[in-house]
């Protein structure tokens, strides 16, 4: 069994407050960005925005040749 990583992730982004929150907690909004580049997509995500929830996004290219699930929980929220 492989031994979890505590990653913490910061993002800064350049945009109106209001804007870059709803693109980060909206699952529709989050399918729109969550991709490596242009030959990947994000056919799903589910998102439980609070303190102890969990997400969880599919990843696959977009010929179907691979996919990957990415999830994670929230441990704290500023």
């Known amino acids: 069994m ?3 990583v505590k990653i913490t992730v910061k993002v ?3 945009a109106a407050i209001e804007t ?11 399918m729109q960005w969550n991709h490596a580049s242009d030959d990947w997509r994000c056919p799903w995500a ?3 925005f609070k303190v102890g ?10 010929d179907g040749s ?4 990415f999830g994670g ?3 704290e929220i500023e």
């Open 53 to 62: 929830g969990e997400f969880i996004y599919r990843m696959e290219a977009n």
């Open 12 to 14: 800064d982004v350049d």
């Open 20 to 30: 870059a929150w709803t693109s980060f907690i909206t699952e529709d909004s989050i």
């Open 2 to 4: 492989s031994e979890r």
């Open 66 to 69: 691979f996919g990957f699930d």
């Open 46 to 48: 589910k998102n439980d």
């Open 73 to 75: 929980k929230y441990l």
